[in-house]
């Protein structure tokens, strides 16, 4: 396919300039979606009854293993039964905690305007985040490089439907693992403005992380324990364990005031049970767990109940994603997310290998189940593929068509029902024998009435084939190298970039992050 791709790309340049002028791209402007639609709940009161005690009965009665001493000592203080590394916990006491965790909350970058509300109505979409592997057209598909990852950063921050930076788009595996996640930061800080995540793999990466959004943003330390400047996604070990450096991390930045997310990885069939309301009952008690022994530490600490719930291919093993199993697992967790106060956190994946009709579809099954479930967060929401294992510019830029999409999708002048929009009188004006092209009504607002597009191509296939008949994977890589050709780093004041420059320099001399080769 992509050879087949690669023959086809020389077409179509002119139209596509025509059409955006001296800008790379015409996209929408930067905004926080509301989503004003009521979730799809599949559940009755009955269901989200069942789901909760049985979450609970895994709590009392089965316990969650945290390899992670720390913790063991915290759940021994708050008063709750261990065996060994199992912690057993109530339901008085799961509730009480949870209870802490605020409903709504705000994440600050180092520019304001870009502030994030995390939770209520508000939907916000992030970069792919981890693969190890880089594709798009010319490569094919390679190791994960640090140019690649330049290039990942800079899409994020050149869409405006991208609201946060999440983490490694991909892996630089050129860059040493004790001095990586110094790299990758200063870029994300230096070649964005946007919310960043940091990882949760060890003492040092954690609170080298926090220190360097402290200095990007200019704070004194006081002024970044005061309020969320960033967050931290941890995943659970399931079945029902969580392991000592995502723990660690977690603790580390919820003492900062730093907002968590708890994202137990939840496959039915393997590492959960093969019924979905089981896999999702499951997940909900990892999640819980963590999200208790965070309140019991720093009650407030702002927290979000992420689900990455799927099922595998029964045949293969291989994990499966935008499955109908997945959008109704993430439809269950947000009535689940509501019924405990919590915002939620889903994903944007697939399955698919390259950027094809497999991997919108599977995609869009994605999104739109994010839609539909109430999220708040979407990780990987632009460039994923092959279930987390490859990022791609390509894929990046088809899904940010889909992200826009949906953007337009809740904006309220999509159903206003105003005067001037019910329009009687332009009815009037062209009766049964006109058309509305050249009434005022319409000329006053048809640059703005409909979404336009970035990437597909409306035309007839005789004027696509003249054109150079570029297929979707082809336009999306025209319009990425253009936008990298485009890009322009976001200021930042010189003093907090030389301060950042001076940390990592620092950090790298005294080795950075233990590692074990």
Aim: glycine share 8%; aromatic share 10%; net charge negative.
């Amino acid at each position: 396919m992509a050879d087949d791709l690669k023959r086809k790309r020389a077409g179509g340049r002119s139209g596509h300039a025509d059409r955006a002028g001296h800008r790379a791209i015409e996209q929408m402007p930067w905004r926080i979606p509301q989503n004003h639609d009521r979730p799809t709940e599949p559940l009755d009161e009955a269901g989200v009854q069942a789901i909760h005690k049985g979450a609970m009965r895994i709590l009392r009665d089965i316990g969650i293993r945290f390899l992670n001493d720390e913790a063991l000592t915290i759940f021994a203080d708050a008063g709750c039964r261990i065996v060994d590394q199992t912690v057993f916990m109530d339901e008085d006491f799961v509730m009480e905690m949870v209870g802490r965790a605020p409903a709504e909350f705000t994440v600050t970058p180092r520019n304001p305007a870009r502030a994030l509300p995390f939770g209520g109505k508000a939907l916000l979409f992030g970069n792919v985040s981890s693969p190890p592997n880089y594709w798009d057209l010319e490569r094919g598909k390679v190791s994960g490089f640090m140019e690649g990852f330049r290039t990942f950063i800079k899409l994020t921050q050149y869409f405006n439907c991208i609201h946060f930076a999440g983490g490694y788009p991909v892996e630089p595996v050129e860059i040493h693992p004790s001095v990586r996640h110094l790299d990758c930061l200063y870029e994300k800080l230096t070649l964005t403005d946007k919310v960043v995540h940091a990882y949760s793999l060890g003492k040092e990466r954690v609170e080298d992380a926090m220190e360097m959004v402290r200095l990007a943003g200019g704070l004194s330390h006081e002024d970044f324990r005061a309020r969320s400047h960033m967050f931290t996604n941890i995943n659970s070990v399931s079945p029902l364990k969580h392991d000592f450096p995502m723990i660690d991390g977690a603790l580390r930045m919820a003492r900062a005031g730093q907002a968590v997310v708890v994202t137990p990885f939840t496959l039915a069939g393997a590492m959960a049970p093969v019924t979905m309301s089981g896999a999702v009952t499951l997940s909900i008690a990892e999640a819980l767990s963590a999200i208790a022994l965070l309140q019991y530490v720093r009650p407030g600490t702002p927290s979000m109940i992420g689900t990455f719930t799927s099922n595998v291919d029964m045949k293969s093993g291989a994990p499966a994603f935008g499955t109908p199993e997945y959008m109704r697992a993430t439809q269950m967790t947000g009535q689940m997310a509501r019924f405990y106060g919590l915002p939620l956190r889903s994903s944007g994946v697939c399955a698919a290998n390259v950027p094809d009709g497999q991997a919108m579809w599977e995609t869009c099954n994605s999104l739109w189940a994010a839609v539909q479930s109430g999220t708040n967060l979407v990780y990987h929401a632009a460039g994923w593929l092959e279930g987390g294992l490859i990022a791609s510019p390509e894929k990046f830029v088809m899904d940010c068509e889909v992200l826009q999409m949906i953007q337009r999708y809740m904006e309220p002048e999509t159903w206003a029902t105003t005067p001037d929009d019910i329009a009687v009188d332009a009815i009037a004006e062209v009766g049964p024998d006109g058309h509305y092209f050249g009434v005022q009504h319409t000329q006053d607002r048809y640059t703005k009435a409909f979404y336009q597009p970035i990437a597909s191509d409306w035309r007839n296939f005789e004027a696509w084939k003249v054109d150079g008949g570029a297929w979707t994977a082809e336009r999306a890589h025209r319009i990425f190298k253009d936008i990298l050709a485009d890009f322009e780093a976001p200021p930042m004041d010189a003093g907090d970039k030389e301060a950042l420059r001076d940390f990592v320099a620092r950090r790298k001399a005294e080795g950075g992050a233990p590692t074990d080769f």
